[in-house]
């Protein structure tokens, strides 16, 4: 049965459980009323006419207005006339009167007419007791008929109010016991009802809904799976290292090239924790290790191998879930620059030989032994003469480069005078200076104390230093040079008024092969970064000031 029909039943029947009530309510009470009514009006009245009819016959004939009396209630009684037998008493009432009134002195009609009177009184008092039965009888039947069905309304009714809310709160329950389920996502469960109404309807909808959610939430599996698979297999694809990390640290996968390179299978150390895995373990170690150095040097594939650490944190909604550490393998690009360095190397060294040779040839060739040279001629020679030095500078520069990028910087150092080796840097651009007309001047303290250093290589320093300035410094200009003692250390400075470094490229061009755009790129690119190289190989450090327009200092510190 629908709900709905449940419902009208319910309310329906309270309906008609009021509708009864109030009709067989007011169907008693209209016929007890109605029998008071008959007894009042029929009989009571009639005993009022009678005894004042009694009242005007003690009266006559003496009190004539006693006859009027009489004659008033006799009419009021004629036309009252209800129950067997009382018309005849009324009619003899009537006939005994019209005598009495002919003769009023004859005491005959006085008895007959008092017989009369107590005759319908007589009538009246016997119906009044009869009708009054009758009413009693009404009274006992409405009330027992409306015991009997008060007792069975009561009856239906505590039946349906202990039954009826069932009705509506037991399917309710068992919708929501199924909702609950479906939002714990046991999409596979039912809702079953028994009766066949809207409650059946709406789990029916709601069944539907969870066989919905369930094919969604297996084709999402799916595909998730899939996609899982598919990015699994590129990972393990790849030559790269991989590894991934919850936001707690613990492992959550890793590709078949770090198993490799860690010596650990993937299902062996798979949701550990990462640190506990670092302790025995020292390629992990270092790779959770937040360190500025990208670089490892590793032993994989039988050899010295390079990777490249990376580190990409994963987020969610801007909140950091976990970081995945890519090794990139790039020893290829290392044996490449290893390749470069050493080619380098060779080239460089196996020209400063030639270079050397053409320099003494020229010598040979600007003495008189050699015969005069005209004036062209020694044009000619001077310029090839700059040309070789420049070879030989270059030369010179590279085979430094080569021995800094091998590690092979051989180092000498011992005490030495910071006078020496500003000497020895004077000496190397005395003619550059000259050529310029570029005054040096220096600003060094008497007693300053040995620093410990490689000279030549410190000279070097000052030498690239002096070259650069000169190169910038237009002629005769001012270069001035420092030397001061700052606590245990001492400080060689090269000042220039040249054209300056713009402020963006102060730390580039200490990077090799940099060359500030713009400034003529005459050199290498190399002196400065190879100058770096020198003075930290020595315990010491490189800086410069410089405005632009205004000029450059470039100064390094070394230890006493
Ligand atoms: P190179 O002089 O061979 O180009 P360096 O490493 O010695 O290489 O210098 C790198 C760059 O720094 C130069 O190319 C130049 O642009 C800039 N530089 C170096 N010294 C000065 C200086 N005193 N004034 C202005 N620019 C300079």
């Known amino acids: 049965m629908k709900l709905k029909t449940k419902l009208t039943v319910g309310i329906g029947f309270l309906f008609i459980v ?5 009709i067989l309510g007011i169907v008693s009470i209209n016929r007890l009323s109605i029998d008071a009514d008959k007894i009042l009006k029929n009989n009571y009245e009639t005993l009022v006419y009678d005894n004042n009819m009694l009242r005007a016959l003690d009266e006559l004939p003496e009190n004539k207005k006693a006859f009027a009396d009489f004659e008033a209630n006799l009419t009021k009684q004629e036309k009252n006339i209800t129950e067997f037998g009382e018309e005849e008493a009324t009619k003899s009432l009537r006939t005994n009167f019209e005598e009495l009134k002919q003769k009023p002195k004859d005491s005959s ?5 008092r017989q009369s009177i107590q005759i319908i009184n007589n009538l009246n008092q016997n119906a009044i007791l009869h009708k009054n039965e009758t009413a009693q009888k009404t009274a006992s ?7 009997i069905i008060f007792s069975v309304l009561t009856i239906i009714s505590f039946t349906l109010t202990i039954n009826f809310p069932d009705v509506i709160s037991t399917p309710v329950k068992t919708l929501s016991r199924g909702i609950r389920e479906i939002a714990n996502k046991n999409y596979s469960n039912r809702i079953h009802m028994e009766q066949d109404d809207e409650f059946k309807e709406l789990a029916d909808s709601i069944n539907t809904m969870a066989e919905k959610l369930h094919e969604y939430e297996h084709s999402n599996l799916a595909k998730i799976k899939f996609e899982k698979s598919r990015i699994e297999t590129i990972i393990n694809q790849m030559k790269d290292g991989i590894m ?13 090239v770090s198993e490799k390179m860690l010596g650990l299978k993937e299902k ?5 924790y990462a640190p506990d895995i670092a302790l025995k373990n020292d390629l992990m170690r270092r790779l959770l290790q937040n360190d500025d150095h990208h670089e490892l040097k590793i032993y994989a594939d039988n050899k010295e191998s390079y990777f490249n650490k990376d580190i990409i944190k994963v987020s969610n909604d801007e ?19 290893e390749a470069k360095t050493n080619f380098i190397a060779t080239v460089s060294h196996e020209l400063k030989t030639p270079i050397s040779a053409i320099k003494m040839s020229l010598q040979l060739l600007q003495s008189s032994s050699t015969g005069e040279l005209n004036e062209e001629q020694q044009q000619l020679i001077e310029g090839i003469k700059d040309d070789s ?27 030495c005078r910071p006078y020496d080796i500003l ?3 004077l000496d190397a651009v005395k003619v550059q200076a000259d050529q310029k007309q570029v005054t040096i001047k220096i600003n060094a303290i008497a007693g300053l104390p040995n620093v410990k250093a490689d000279k030549e290589k410190t000279a070097w320093v000052l030498i690239n230093f002096l070259t650069n300035a000169l190169r910038y410094t237009p002629e005769n200009g001012e270069i001035q040079i420092e030397i001061l003692k700052e606590s245990n250390k001492v400080l060689f400075a090269v000042k220039d008024y040249g054209i300056g470094i713009d402020t963006k490229y102060k730390d580039k061009i200490f990077e090799r092969y940099f060359q500030v755009p713009g400034n003529g790129k005459t050199g290498t690119g190399l002196g400065l970064s190879i100058s770096k190289e020198f003075i930290e190989a020595q315990g010491g450090s490189i800086h410069v000031d410089s405005e632009i327009g205004v000029g450059s200092r470039f100064y390094f510190t070394l230890m006493v």
């Open 18 to 22: 009021i509708l009864v009530f109030g």
């Open 109 to 113: 009609n006085y008895r007959e007419l």
């Open 141 to 147: 039947s409405a009330i027992f008929w409306l015991t």
């Open 244 to 256: 991934g990390f919850d936001e707690r640290k613990n492992i959550l996968f890793l590709n078949a």
């Open 268 to 272: 062996e150390i798979i949701g550990q």
């Open 319 to 337: 909140q950091v879930i976990g970081e995945v550490i890519v090794l990139r393998n790039i020893t290829p690009f290392h044996e490449l620059n």
């Open 389 to 415: 030095n420049r070879l030989l500078k270059i030369t010179g520069e590279l085979l430094n480069m080569s021995q800094v990028e091998t590690g092979n910087i051989q180092l000498s150092i011992q005490p």
């Open 423 to 425: 000497q020895y840097a």
